[in-house]
């Protein structure tokens, strides 16, 4: 007998959108996300409050640009959930999706107050990885609510693994970097586990190989770009 379906709860008076706010939806999502900036769940930045350290230029420019790597990974973030989302065939897996991407939100807006502490900007692809996400997040949703919950789990558990390898990169003395870096991943890690309870499927091999192998091509992309 299958596991029923359940995901981190959409409110209780949610209701499904109608196919033409389902598509405004996703065009105000793509362009707050890559033009401006979301408005996120309203938790505070875990580096706020954190005194900034006196970097030298090659560490500031170390934590640049991996904290550009890792804001190009939470618009990308941004543009998955959405693509599955707009493509669930559950409704309370759409809103769920939805509902993950509010909470991912935060991370793109505290790797982009990180950026701008930094002197430093966001990739000038920006749109064309959100684009490329959106249609590999679309395909997913396509695919059935357990293979799409599968693709949520696989994600967050590679994207927790780079951000525990970025936190061996970020210098020792940008406390403030690494902070944001920590909670991001210990919220990738619990997105993940809640996909897994919810019943995701495991993905064929190819797919998780085919998914590092984009996410290196853009991380190494979006170090300099």
């Not at 900036?37 to 580096?47: E, T």
Request: charged share 25%; proline share 5%.
């Amino acid at each position: 007998m299958e596991r029923e379906i359940k995901w981190s709860a959409p409110a209780p008076n949610a209701r499904a959108l109608s196919p033409l706010d389902d598509i405004l939806a996703s065009f105000q999502t793509a362009l707050s996300t890559v033009f401006s900036l979301p408005a996120g769940s309203g938790r505070a930045d875990p580096a706020e409050h954190l005194p900034e350290q006196q970097l030298s230029e090659m560490e500031r420019i170390q934590s640049t640009r991996l904290m550009r790597v890792n804001h190009v990974g939470e618009v990308c973030a941004q543009a998955l959930y959405e693509g599955q989302a707009f493509t669930a065939k559950n409704n309370a897996v759409k809103l769920a999706m939805r509902n993950a991407a509010t909470e991912e939100q935060d991370h793109l807006l505290w790797c982009n107050s990180r950026l701008q502490d930094l002197g430093g900007r966001a990739s000038l692809l920006n749109p064309l990885w959100y684009a490329g996400s959106f249609v590999m997040g679309a395909a997913a949703g396509l695919s059935g609510d357990r293979r799409n919950l599968g693709f949520v789990k696989e994600t967050e558990e590679q994207v927790e693994a780079h951000l525990k390898r970025h936190l061996d990169l970020i210098p020792e003395k940008d406390l403030k970097s690494r902070v944001v870096v920590e909670q991001m991943r210990k919220d990738e890690q619990a997105h993940a586990e809640t996909a897994a309870n919810a019943g995701a499927e495991e993905l064929p091999h190819p797919i998780p190989w085919a998914m590092r192998v984009v996410a290196k091509v853009m991380t190494r992309t979006a170090h300099w770009i």
